[in-house]
């Protein structure tokens, strides 16, 4: 059977590398964005007219970048950061529920609701919580991801919450890219936070992975195996550019560029364990921040 996927913001950083990796792969793919086009359908339509023919797999990818340090950390934005991931998983639950034949629905969220502990390795099976913006917002993102009791027996829902993506095209690494290659860079804060974190080629082919095995179904944690701090995680990408790691970035002059709800993305994270993904089998092809550098900057 022809595999088709629906990708929920598809024209960015990880959608855009998303919809070449299943095109590769042999899916044909839509794409749900703010603007018509050519094998795209607008959000819009979505409502209006439900999802494509044929589409066998949805993929969400949709929210308002969090990190842009052009966009001050205002209500309105805040509200427009919230509403983006709330409504786009909620308009791709109504339309799976209401056309029936989609096999797997893939929503992408982050791993905030993980408490920082210095003692604790947190799995799937731990309990999350709403302790600060970020946490509450990916709380509230999965409940609108989840699928109604009467579509869970034919579509299968998996819920992948992602760390830091890392490729050159976009993310937390273009934003570093520039002063570390001037030999300026280095850790945010203290160095000392954990920094969970995933290669783009490896949550594409996770994705892919969730959409085809049967098996999988609820939570993933999207994160490399390699449970690094943020300093190390520098280390790494500045050793893999051949420059120095010297220039500390100190916590109110992120705290400043970002603001407090923002910044605690950057200063502080959890060690997380990617159990379900291991114990469904998936391999990856980058589990260590060396060699995920490497290939990164290996590209230019």
């Not at 309105?76 to 409504?87: A, P």
């Amino acid at each position: 059977m022809a595999r088709h996927a629906l990708i929920g913001g598809g024209t960015g950083f990880v959608g855009t590398r998303l919809a070449k990796h299943l095109a590769g792969q042999g899916y044909e793919v839509t794409i749900v964005s703010r603007m018509p086009g050519l094998k795209r359908i607008t959000w819009h339509q979505l409502e209006k007219d439900g999802l494509p023919q044929g589409v066998t797999s949805v993929v969400n990818l949709a929210g308002q970048n969090v990190l842009d340090p052009s966009r001050r950390w205002t209500a309105g934005f805040k509200q427009n950061v919230w509403n983006s991931r709330i409504n786009s998983a909620a308009s791709l639950v109504k339309a799976i529920e209401k056309a029936g034949g989609v096999e797997a629905f893939v929503n992408i969220s982050g791993v905030s609701h993980y408490p920082p502990n210095e003692n604790k390795v947190y799995t799937e099976n731990d309990e999350v919580k709403g302790f600060d913006f970020m946490s509450r917002l990916c709380l509230e993102w999965e409940k609108a991801a989840t699928l109604p009791d009467t579509v869970q027996n034919s579509t299968r829902g998996v819920k992948l919450r992602t760390g830091v993506v890392v490729g050159r095209e976009g993310g937390m690494i273009q934003s570093i890219w520039m002063p570390f290659n001037f030999g300026l860079g280095g850790p945010m804060g203290t160095g000392k936070q954990i920094l969970p974190w995933i290669h783009l080629e490896d949550l594409c082919r996770l994705i892919q992975h969730c959409l085809e095995s049967k098996e999988c179904k609820g939570v993933f944690n999207a994160v490399a195996p390699e449970i690094v701090t943020n300093g190390e995680f520098s280390k790494a990408f500045a050793s893999a550019l051949r420059r120095p790691c010297l220039f500390a970035v100190p916590e109110f002059v992120v705290d400043l560029m970002f603001g407090k709800d923002r910044s605690a993305l950057l200063l502080s994270g959890a060690k997380i364990e990617p159990k379900h993904a291991l114990d469904s089998g998936f391999e990856f092809k980058y589990p260590t921040a060396k060699l995920a550098c490497q290939e990164v900057v290996k590209k230019q």
